[in-house]
């Protein structure tokens, strides 16, 4: 069964400080996808980044990085030079890489509320 | 761009009472997913569609039916509503190739009281 751990519940920061957001996964499946969502106070699911587990190569876009190390089952997330609106709950996701016509459900962490203080 | 359409945006229903929420997927997507999220939870996922016919099942309660109709848009109904329904409901569409990744509405917030 697909497993997703963010052992982190809650974390508090002061602006301009750097955050990396830990998710550690479990799967049987030598194709699958990993994903890191957004979710501020208004509620919606913000996508951040989908990476297959063929791809490991770290990628950075703005202030946010991933690391992603398929040895340690691990994808983790920086922000760097953390604002406040940065401050929402992330959750790390999973799925299988199906054939077309199947589900891709994606199988969520608990989330990681991260809150940004100015 | 077209994004993924929930309604209603937030809904409060009487325990007992019937719920119908309503997705319209991305044009020319043809799978769409269905996702409950209680308070302080992460989203689970509880059914979808692909090309108008359940493609996954998930932990979807039996008084909970959906399907997916001709103009490819979704309906959730919820029969015999509880407090513990009360949750945010998500939609989200794709295209059902191997990892293209989905786009989630907005959520429809449902309230039972």
């Known amino acids: 069964a697909q497993k997703v751990t963010q052992a982190q519940t809650e974390i508090s920061v002061v602006e301009k400080e750097d955050v990396t957001l830990d998710c550690v996964y479990e799967?049987?499946?030598?194709?699958?996808?990993l994903f890191w969502y957004k979710q501020p106070p208004s509620g919606e699911l913000v996508f951040l980044i989908r990476?297959?587990?063929?791809?490991?190569q770290n990628e950075i876009s703005g202030r946010y990085s991933w690391n992603f190390q398929k040895s340690t089952s691990s994808f983790n997330f920086t922000i760097t030079a953390s604002q406040v609106v940065d401050s929402a709950v992330y959750f790390c996701?999973?799925?299988?890489?199906?054939?077309?016509?199947?589900?891709?459900?994606?199988?969520f962490g608990k989330g990681m509320k991260l809150t940004v203080n100015p | 761009a077209a994004g993924v359409i929930q309604s209603p945006r937030h809904l409060i229903k009487e325990k007992r009472e019937t719920a119908t929420l309503k997705c319209y997927p991305i044009p020319r997507h043809d799978t769409v997913y269905w996702y409950q999220q209680g308070p302080g939870q992460d989203p689970q996922f509880l059914i979808s569609?692909?090309?108008?016919?359940?493609?996954d099942k998930g932990s979807i309660p039996d008084r909970f039916s959906a399907q997916q109709f001709s103009d490819y848009h979704s309906e959730l109904n919820m029969s015999s509503l509880e407090l513990g329904d009360s949750a945010l409901y998500f939609c989200a569409s794709s295209l059902s190739r191997v990892g293209y990744g989905y786009t989630f509405g907005s959520g429809t917030r449902l309230t039972v009281v």
């Open positions: 799967t049987r499946d030598t194709t699958y996808y």
């Open positions: 996701a999973l799925s299988e890489a199906l054939m077309q016509g199947g589900s891709e459900k994606l199988v």
């Open positions: 990476r297959n587990s063929f791809d490991e």
């Open positions: 569609f692909y090309e108008k016919m359940q493609s």
